[in-house]
């Protein structure tokens, strides 16, 4: 059986006026993402991840900044492309390990929401998803609340 992994990071600035979408789910925070898409930055990493283990490239690449199409798009559209790419490369999704670091708003209440959302996305069961939540004990970007980081490895296999 062939067996590879992906390794997935994305950042997003936090402002006022904008809504904080984590994991496929609209989180109540007086800050949000910015970016192009909605910018779920969770969902931007595990895309990366997936598109890094089959050897395609990355999100920018697929979906481009520049291109209007995905101004303000749901992620969980780019998501299900992705899922589509490497179906198409022949590869199913063994399992997810993620971690989103920031310092506020308290994510681990919402992880249960995300998982159902990204299990149906990615066609997997939510046991083959995890996701933590970290702060960075008021340092750098996510400490200041200036940011939102996420992380994801990513197992796929050749069927």
């Known amino acids: 059986m062939k067996i590879r992994v992906g390794f997935g990071f994305d950042v997003h600035q936090l ?3 904008y809504d904080f979408w984590l994991g496929g789910i609209k ?3 007086s800050k949000g993402a910015v970016g192009h898409s909605d910018a779920d930055g969770l969902i931007h990493t595990i895309c990366d991840a997936l598109l890094g ?3 395609l490239r990355d999100i920018g690449f697929h979906f481009p900044p520049t291109d209007e199409k995905y101004k303000g798009i749901d992620s969980k559209i780019l998501l299900k492309e992705v899922v589509e790419l490497i179906h198409k490369k022949n590869f199913k999704i063994g399992n ?3 971690t989103i670091a920031l310092e506020k708003p308290k994510v681990n209440p919402y992880i249960p929401q995300m998982k159902s959302v990204l299990a149906e996305i990615l066609c997997v069961d939510e046991d083959d998803i ?3 939540a970290t ?3 008021k340092l750098g970007f996510e400490g200041r609340e200036e940011g939102v980081s996420a ?3 990513v197992l796929i296999q050749k069927m």
């Open 15 to 17: 402002r006022e006026g």
């Open 27 to 29: 989180i109540p925070h």
């Open 53 to 55: 283990a089959a050897n």
């Open 96 to 98: 997810i390990d993620a």
């Open 130 to 132: 995890s996701i933590k």
């Open 135 to 137: 702060t960075t004990e």
């Open 151 to 153: 992380y994801a490895v």
